[in-house]
Every structure is written in C-alpha cells, then in structure tokens.
C-alpha cells in the first residue's frame, strides 16, 4: 500500500518550473508524485491537508545554522535545533563545523548524522571544517568527510585567514565537487570591534568593525577563486561595497555565490542605540548601515545574492545578559526568518513569491548539491507551505530554539511558516509540531 | 521635573532642563564645602554604593564625599577584593548590594554600555561614574559647572577639546552636553584619535590643535588613555607631545582669558606641559571642587532628600 500526501488548494510557486498557480500536490513514498488542478484522495491510503489560501513551496533550506552539537549542547543541540527549523519553515539545514570538537574528520561528520538520525526532525547537511581544528594551518581530511556525507566546507566563525591556505583549499575541493563557504573578515581590521564603524559607534563608544574588514576579505577570496576556477560561496555578506565586488565577478564570470542574514536586511546599527545596547543586536558581521541594507536590498532583486540564510547563532541567556563587551556574537535566527522575510521584503513588493523560494530553497539547494529545491515529479517530497496573512508577535519564549537571543522580540508581523514537511511527513502544521 | 529615583547614563539622553537643575542645585550645595562642619543631614539613612571595575581616584573620592557631606552612608566595592575575582557576573554581583538595602549604585566601568546594562538589571536608580569609551556624565556637568564659574554662560563660548577624542568618554559627554547648552565646541587631535563621523555631532574636526584653539574661550586638555592604545594610533607620547600636547606656544591660539582645563589624572609632560597645568589660566583644581558639588547636587535630587 502506497503511502500518499496529498496537499490541496494550495497556491504552488515552484521556481525550478516558473509554476505559480492553485495546484494540489501529491506525494508518494515521500516523493513528489503529481501536481494538478484537482487531484482525487484515495480512501484510506492518503493524508490530505487543505492548503486553501495558503502558499505551497518547494522546502526551503537554511544553508548556514549553528547547532552547536557537539560540544556546546547548552547552547543547542541537533534535536532542539531542527525542531525550530521546523517551526521556521526549513525542511533542511546545513550546519557549521564550529562545533567542540570541530567538525574536522569523517568521524565528527559521521556522528552528526547518527545524532540527526536519532533526534533530528528535518533533513542536516554537515558542513566539514576546511583546516584541522579550524585553525587555519593545514587541510583537514575534506575528502573523507564528503564521502562521508559533509555537503560543503567552511571555517566558518572564522575566515581562511591566509591566502595560499584557501588557494589550496579551493584547488583540493574541485576533485570531490563541493563548494567552500568563506566567512570573510579581516581580524585585523576587526579587532576588539563590537558594533558597526561609524557613527552609531562613535556615540555609543563601543569599537568599531568598518565595512572594509569584510570588504578586503572578499575582494581576497574573490581573486583566489579567479586564480583556481574553485567554487566559492561567501556567508552573511553585509556591506554595499561587498555586494558590488561580488556584482563585478559575477559579471567577469568568477564563480561565486553568496548569502545575506535575514537580520541584515531588516536591522541597522541604530537598533543597537535604540535598544540601549541590547546585546542580542550583537552580531558578526555588524549590524550596518540603512545605505549598506538598501544596498543589500537591491542586490537581492538583481540576482547578485543567491541565498537567504539565517546564520543561525543560539546562544545561552547567560552568555547575553552580561555587558555589551563580553557578550557572544549571534541571533538565533530560525523561527523568525521566515516571517521577517515575508513581512519586511515579500508584502512590501521588494521581492516576490517566487524570488523567497528561488533565494531560500531553489539556490541554497544548487549551492550545496543537496537534493530538493524543486516540486519536480521525482523530488523530495520536502514542502514548506506559508500563511501569507497570519499576524502575530515574535515571542522568544516560545521558541523551540533553546536561543532566545533575538532582536526581533514584540515584533508584530504578517506572514508565518504553516507547515513544513520532509520526505512526505508532516513535521510542522498550523504552527503547531507534529513529531 | 524630577529626577527622582531616575538613572543618570549619559548626557546624550539628559534634558538641558534636568542638567541646569543639577547645576543650580550644585551651585547652592557648594557653600557646604567651605564650611566648618560640612554636613548636612538631608540625606541621612540612605546608601549609596560605588561599584568600581576600573581605577579611580577623583571619581570615587568625589561621590563618596559627596555622599558624607549629604550624610548619606557610602560603601565601596573594589574589584580587586571582590567575589568579581571568583567569576560573578555583575548582574549577580549588583542584585546582591541590592538585596542589602543600597539605594543607589553608582558604577565606574572599562565596558561601554554598562551602566545602561545595570539600569536594566537593577530597580534602584544608576549613576554613570564613567563607561568604557562612551560617556562620564557627572564629568562634564562638573566641567560645565566649573566653565560657567569663570564665563558666567555656555551659550556662544567656544570650547576646543583636544587630544584623545576616540577613547575619551569625557569628551563625549562634553560633547552632548555643551552643544545642548548652546557651545560651539571644535575638536583635534591625530586622526587616529579622532572617533568616525564626529562631525554629526555638531562639533567642528580638526587634526592640528592651533585650528581648533585658535579663538577658543575654553581649552579642555584630554588625558592620553595609555591603558585602551592596543594599536598603532601614534608613533610615540615624545611626538604626540611634540604635534598635540597643549604647550605656551598653542594655547597662544586661543583668547587671552581662555582657561585650561583637564579631567585629570594628567599625564605631565605628554598632553600638557607643567608651566600650563600649573598656570592661573589652569581650573583643573576648581573642576575637582565643583566635582564634589555637581555630586552632592546628583545625590541630593536622585534620592530625593526633599520635594
């Protein structure tokens, strides 16, 4: 006996077959089966969900999450974690290898997805560490962890500091076809800062990171990837002069990609004064400037940033709840992203339906070579569906994240995750877990 | 108005109205200072605890006197000593004075922000004794105090701060407060010093101090912050002497009733020459007295001895 989901009424934006009409959705054995304007339940084999008023996607795909297991389980861990993607909206996610101990052997990677196995509720995609203990030195194994199943490599929480080390990296990978993920930043220029340069830390007398830390990395990387012809994805770019660099490669055919925070687009630097330096307005890169968002903005109409990814950064309450100095970098971004996105970008015309699924699930999904990002019969029956009028506040307690650290907190916004489903199985619908 | 059980964080959010009701009060709380048993009960039974994370001589001194004068009872917290040593945050370290009855913290930090962070931790009112790179409140009301003590009015004078504008949260705060009083305030030092976008402060920039003094009514000298250079913002303290320190020769610049002041501790030699912090035209000494008023003043409305 087969076993059939069957999603109806639904308003299907698919942007691997620039679908966008009122479609039911049928998947079989957890994959995408059928789409057609009317498709008859059979008794007693399927499961039918109305999705009337809804909009139906392809799963979306968080390329850059933190989960922070193993090593700081306090902070997170794979269950909890993929519990908010969930609830986010994410039918998978990619994790960072800044773990403890780093994710730097097949045997780190390996017990990723053991653990994801036993607790985890949507799809991870382990992301290896570039060098042996993410010091930045020497490679680490990146062969063995591709076959043993990491989808990308990064040092991410920290960038591939010396030039000829990422030269190298990027060369290695082009044998095992997977893409380095540079988290770029020049820790000279960044040094002690907390907040953006400029005026905001001008008033607040909190250090200064400039827009030209992250500017010099990437101009770097960008060269070292025209050198190598590797394939290169830049996380959590955040300036205007980062998005014309990367604009200017594109254009000369560099292969590169690149992903902004929900955050980034949405927050300035004046978040920080306003909230009376709120430490969860903390984050690296920097919260910017309302020219650098606009910027951001643009490049995301114009197809020069590829993905949205919430860099999702959970942290303990106690690791916020001390000055603004020693508090840790990050927001835990999971089960805000969605809604942000639709509130702040989708309903005011910035972009459409199409370009949310193109940005977070259709490209995440090509960066990586994962499976998914399409409706295509054959595909993963990995679906994330949306409520487009849904209006509610952002209430950190009730996360399924063990990080309340946001600064979205009291926010009132419209638009919200409905259901999120993975190899045909409901995880997540009407706001509500199903596992 | 009232400032009533309220913090005191930054001059930034201070109104003029509130800062001229600190400064007349200080000015009728001073004649205390010269008398023969100086106290007053008005703040008798009340605590007020300095919570210092980062040295300080005046500061502490000045608030703990100005507590004795008021006959309110001061206690002292040392970092050094302190259970700080043993890994308590300062959320627990502050709720525990709090659950000892203090009615007041007043907090010297090496963090910018911190008092701002206090405030939400704690339900008694916060005074800013200095935080990180970003504001010293207390600092330039008692500067603005001291100023109108030898020019009778802020509106129109023109103030020049030099030195280490980036790390100075004394230049800041005197920055928020006298352009809200009506100054026209330049600043100079190396650029390196000099903090990003300044100039959106109101104030005028400069990199050689003679453009700044030239014309001034006030030269405000800054203390070299030798503890927060981690980087390569100046070749030596000998050429920042020779470029930027205030000497004979570049307070000529500045009108010949101009008064020199600093916010102490100096560092003679560097950011100004002996003959200069020792001259008549010097207040540095009248800025420490008024310190003890401007305090008093604080204390007096904050508690809220009498309505």
Request: proline share 5%; with cysteine; aromatic share 6%.
């Amino acid at each position: 006996m087969a076993d059939h989901l069957l999603i109806k009424g639904g308003r299907v934006v698919d942007p691997s077959s620039k679908t966008d009409q009122v479609l039911d959705v049928l998947i079989t054995n957890g994959k995408i089966a059928r789409l057609a304007q009317s498709i008859e339940a059979e008794n007693g084999t399927t499961e039918v969900l109305d999705a009337t008023g809804k909009i139906v996607m392809p799963g979306f795909i968080d390329m850059h999450v933190h989960l922070r297991e193993p090593g700081f389980e306090y902070k997170e861990d794979i269950g909890t974690g993929t519990r908010a993607a969930a609830m986010g909206g994410f039918t998978a996610v990619a994790c960072m290898p800044n773990t403890q101990p780093a994710c730097d052997t097949d045997t780190v990677v390996g017990r990723i997805l053991e653990r994801a196995k036993q607790t985890a509720c949507v799809r991870v995609y382990p992301i290896g560490a570039v060098t042996k203990g993410r010091a930045g030195k020497e490679l680490a194994e990146m062969g063995e962890m591709r076959a043993a199943g990491a989808v990308a490599f990064s040092d991410d929480g920290s960038p591939v500091t010396s030039a000829e080390v990422l030269r190298c990296a990027l060369e290695y990978l082009k044998s095992f076809d997977a893409v380095l993920i540079d988290h770029p930043e020049d820790l000279s220029l960044s040094a002690g800062g907390q907040i953006n340069y400029g005026l905001i830390s001008t008033v607040t007398g909190l250090r200064g990171i400039p827009n030209e830390s992250e500017e010099v990395a990437v101009a770097r990387d960008l060269l070292i990837a025209k050198l190598t012809g590797g394939r290169l994805h830049l996380a959590h770019v955040s300036t205007k002069g980062s998005v014309e660099l990367i604009r200017q490669a594109k254009a000369k055919g560099i292969r590169v990609t690149c992903e902004v925070t929900p955050h980034h687009l949405i927050l300035t630097d004046e978040t920080v004064l306003e909230s009376g330096y709120d430490t969860n307005t903390k984050v690296n890169p920097p919260l910017r400037t309302q020219e650098d968002v606009a910027a951001l903005k643009q490049a995301l109409a114009d197809g020069t940033i590829d993905a949205i990814a919430t860099d999702h950064a959970p942290h303990h309450f106690d690791e916020k709840w001390v000055e603004f100095d020693y508090a840790e970098f990050g927001i835990s971004g999971l089960e805000t992203a969605v809604s942000l996105i639709i509130d702040r970008l989708v309903l005011p015309g910035i972009i459409d339906w199409m370009k949310m699924a193109e940005l977070m699930s259709l490209n995440p999904a090509r960066i990586l070579g994962v499976p998914g990002g399409t409706l295509e019969v054959g595909a993963p029956g990995d679906i994330t569906i949306i409520d487009p009028e849904l209006e509610y506040s952002i209430l950190p307690h009730n996360f399924e994240s063990k990080g309340k650290n946001t600064p979205f907190v009291g926010w009132r916004v419209t638009g919200a995750p409905y259901g999120t489903i993975v190899g045909g199985k409901v995880v997540m619908y009407d706001r509500r877990l199903a596992v | 108005m009232s400032l009533r059980g309220k913090d005191l964080l930054s001059l930034r959010e201070m109104s003029q109205e509130d800062m001229e009701l600190v400064l007349s009060t200080a000015r009728s709380l001073k004649e205390i200072l010269s008398r023969p048993i100086k106290k007053v009960p008005t703040l008798r039974g009340k605590v007020v605890c300095n919570l210092f994370y980062e040295p300080s001589t005046r500061t502490k001194m000045s608030f703990e006197l100005a507590a004795r004068y008021m006959s309110a009872d001061p206690v002292s917290f040392a970092k050094e000593t302190s259970a700080m040593k043993k890994g308590e945050t300062l959320a627990d370290t502050a709720r525990n004075l709090e659950a000892m009855g203090v009615d007041l913290v007043v907090m010297r930090h090496n963090v910018s922000g911190s008092c701002h962070f206090l405030a939400k931790v704690l339900d008694i009112p916060v005074v800013n004794a200095g935080d990180g790179m970003n504001e010293h409140p207390t600092q330039a009301l008692l500067d603005i105090f001291t100023i109108l003590d030898y020019k009778s009015r802020i509106r129109g004078l023109k103030v020049a701060i030099i030195g280490d504008v980036l790390h100075s949260r004394v230049a800041r705060s005197n920055i928020f407060g006298l352009t809200k009083m009506g100054a026209e305030i330049s600043v100079a030092g190396p650029s390196t010093l000099l903090p990003p976008e300044i100039e959106k402060l109101g104030v005028k920039a400069y990199t050689r101090p003679e453009e700044a003094i030239e014309g001034a009514d006030v030269v405000y000298v800054l203390r070299l912050q030798l503890e927060r250079q981690s980087k390569s913002l100046f070749p030596s303290q000998r050429e920042y002497s020779n470029f930027f320190g205030i000497n004979r020769h570049k307070l000529s610049y500045a009108k010949e009733d101009a008064i020199v002041m600093h916010p102490g501790p100096m560092n003679r030699g560097v950011e100004i020459t002996t003959d200069i912090a020792d001259s008549p035209r010097s207040v540095i000494l009248d800025q420490v007295t008024s310190g003890v008023a401007v305090r008093m003043a604080i204390l007096y409305h904050i508690l809220g001895g009498r309505d």
